[in-house]
């Protein structure tokens, strides 16, 4: 198949390939136009695609997470690429497209990961505390094999979810031999702190968010999540303090009322849980911009980092 990746971009450029539709609207530019407003995406990256003089029926044949192929000019505009799609239409069975090469995905296999992160679970020695989490990775495994963990931020990608929580568990080992914490805790609430990011956002099952649910709008992973240990936790008889520390954990894992956090951490566990969950965020970010920066450069300012402009070391 003849195929483009948009990281192979260049302004001026007219390109053919298969790309992901991420979201669309239907737009109205001041001059009357109709247009649609596409983001496309593929394993390397996104880019804003438009197509002009399009109608309200056309539009309904399209939907997001369908791979189309589009024929199509790069231009620039505003300092970034975007697409000019001149030609286009759904995939069929003639394309021979790979899943793989339109999703980005976690660099380990999700079902490894899984695995991986049930040998954490093992090393839990409260058994109310590992019950509690078998039960709830048990439920979710299914969604938990391809879910992301953010929509447009850290670890959007397929599987992101079990990645972020792999990682931060991985660091979590290493931070308990140098601070004495309740290790059952802390895996606990790395484990347990974004899992109901499974009902706040609506994922397809290339791990591509589409919306966030109607209670992920009105409440939120946090809310979400510590009505989920309530739930289980009093299923299994959980011990009422054990509950409640562990809500805690996920309650004040964002640290700030501004960002969802009504508490802060009152335990060491929860206030490592925090900067784990940070670190993990800020590495990813910073691994992602740096992957395509070439030796030597700043990066553009990158948005999720406080407009922070990233260098990239030479040697
Ligand atoms: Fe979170
Ligand atoms: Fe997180």
Redesign the pocket.
Known sequence: MENIFIKEFEAGKRIIGYYIIKSYNLKTSSNNKKYLDLTLMDKTGEVNGKIWGIDDEAVKDYKSGMVIKVEGDVTLWNNTLQLKIIRYRPVNEEDEINIEDFVPAAPIETESMYQQVMTFKEMIQDEEIRTLVGEIYEEYRGKLLYYPAAKMHHHAIYGGLLYHVLRMLMTGEKLCEVYPVNKDLLFAGIML??IE?INEMDADDMGIVGEYTRDGQLLG??IQGIVKIDHVGKAIAMEDEKIKLIQHMILS??YEPEYGSPKKPMIPEAELLHYI?MIDARMYDMDKVLGTQAPGEFSEPVFVLDKRRLYKATF
Request: charged share 40%.
């Open positions: 702190h974004d990011k992973h946090i894992h964002h969950d």
